[in-house]
């Protein structure tokens, strides 16, 4: 299958994706309010220093009023530890607020994640999904705990430096900002670059991410077959991508911010040299032009921030761009869309006429019919790629079929809760599972299930032997994957974790086929004991540890062959006769 392209750039406008991620404020109104009440007070307070600063020249200064100097001085100093305390009120706002929404984001997604349906999977790398969990959303962090709080702190600033200006002189203050449609104009040009290129760095940093994972899954077989310089060299293509990308980035915002600073010189420049002569005239008091030049000063501050607020955003617009994509994805899993039917009970399961394919018409399974009864143990059997899984995928709905129906208790599948179905079944797969918390967890999966009926199966299954030797037997932790564990202690206990939820249906998925033949042997004699009581459904690798099977399918390219008992098949010399022989053979046996 194809893998999904996702750069994380498309024709979606920045604004829409803006006002989106607004939409995530909305639970938080009083941590906004407070925040803005916060900014305009702070706004206010920043550009009353100069016009202080001209009372304090032209008043006091200028008129040697030493008294009134240090009235002044008070006043001044008062506004800057005003101004302190509400810029520490207005972080610890502004940060808290951020971390509220980037905790409900994380969670959206992750739950998002496990609603979408399996074949979003097939095509998607796993370090790309973990780079939208992590990298993506660390970016709108940034943008919540501190972009968009100071944007429109440093709108607020400028309106309130524009007013004093105005308010002490017209003509100052239509020369100092003479310069802002260049300024606009300069914006325009770089906002469409600086969207391009952080796009394209979360696209290469998802690609990075992908790599990274699945080389290191994979360190094995990368150690095994030699293959160190090929997966550096692998690396280095894509990490050396990743870091033009970034280059490419810091270019233009390199060029925006001296820009802007060079401006913010020359506009200085010629407004003292303006200033002198007016000075001379006396058409301005020192005093005004002290408080101008903190003003210009001043208003360029917020200009240059708005230029790293910028690049904060555009960064937050190409990871929300790339969630938002995620989050619409639509192909999800309905689990509780029907109501439970307390009527199934699992005495029947038929698969009726029952067509599949993965892609197209490349079909994996057809026409295939077959039914399974209470108590019944059923084995299916085929050449790898004959669909002995694709039955399971079926069965738990992880794909949907085109044609046919599967029933259960003459009901189709798509008529059942899905939660309800899932809970009845439970699934040994060949590929062990296993997370990174106690061997108990490991088996309940988070569901209250008594640790007695868990030390019973155990003991029946033959694990006992094995949590008595750890030290804290049950809840001794397990490492990533189960590193600490052989392969046939994990399969042991996804054994236990699949009888424990007392499945009306166990699913084995060539569950032994890769475990030594001691313990296949241990599990099997428990099994015989615990299949007399349960219906089951088995893939068969290995053929003789399905003498025993109710009735036996064999699949061949997608069709069902022959069925019967396995000395019925064997006496038919048909194609089962031959997998068996043939696996025999080349068991020496």
Known sequence: MAIIKDTGYSDISGRILFFRLLKFLKPYKLLVISAIVFNILLASLSPLRPYLSQIAVDKYILKKDFNGLIYIAIIIFATIVINSFLQYLLSIVTQLLGQKIILNIRKLIFNHLQKIRIPYFDKTPVGRLVTRVTNDVESLNELFSAGIIQIFSDIFLLLWILAFMFYMDIKLTLISISILPIIIFASFLFKKKARESFSNVRYHLGRLNSYTQEHFSGILVIKSFNKYKDAITGFKNINADHTKANIDSIFYYAVFYPFVEFLGSLLITIFIWYSFFSLLQSQITLGTLFAFVQFIEMFFRPI??????????????????????????????????????????????????????????????????????????????????????????????????????????????????????????????????????????????????????????????????????????????????????????????????????????????????????????????????????????????????????????????????????????????????????????????
């Open 304 to 589: 240059r921030e708005l230029s790293e607020k910028y690049n904060i955003l555009q960064t937050a617009i190409a990871s929300s761009e790339r969630i938002f994509k995620l989050l619409d994805y639509n192909d999800l899993e309905n689990i509780n869309s029907l109501q439970q039917d307390e009527n199934i009970k699992f005495q029947t399961i038929e698969f009726k006429n029952v067509w599949f394919a993965y892609e197209n018409d490349n079909w994996i399974l057809k026409n295939v019919s077959f039914k399974i009864n209470n108590g019944e143990i059923v084995a299916i059997v085929g050449h790898t790629g004959a669909g002995k899984s694709t039955i399971i995928n079926l069965l738990l709905r992880y794909y949907d079929i085109q044609k046919g129906d599967i029933l259960i208790d003459g009901k189709s599948i798509y008529d059942i809760n899905l939660n309800f179905l899932r809970s009845q079944i439970s699934l040994v797969l060949q590929d062990v599972q296993l997370f990174n918390t106690t061997i108990y967890d490991n088996i309940t999966l988070g569901k209250n299930i008594d640790k007695n009926d868990i030390l019973t199966l155990s003991k029946e299954i033959g694990l006992t032997d094995i949590i008595q030797n750890f030290d804290n037997r049950l809840f001794e932790p397990i490492e990533e994957k189960g590193n600490t564990l052989s392969l046939g202690q994990k399969q042991l206990i996804t054994f236990v974790r699949a009888l424990a939820n007392k499945p009306k249906l166990l699913i084995l998925d060539e569950a032994t086929s890769n475990i030594d033949t001691n313990t296949e042997i241990t599990i099997q004699n428990a099994l015989n004991k615990l299949f007399i009581k349960q219906t089951s459904l088995v893939i068969a690798h290995r053929l003789s540890t399905i003498k025993n099977a109710t009735k036996i399918i064999v699949l061949h390219k997608g069709e069902i062959k022959e069925t019967g008992t396995h000395s019925e098949l064997l006496q038919a010399k048909g194609l089962y006769y031959k997998l068996y022989k043939l696996q025999y053979e080349n068991n020496n046996i």
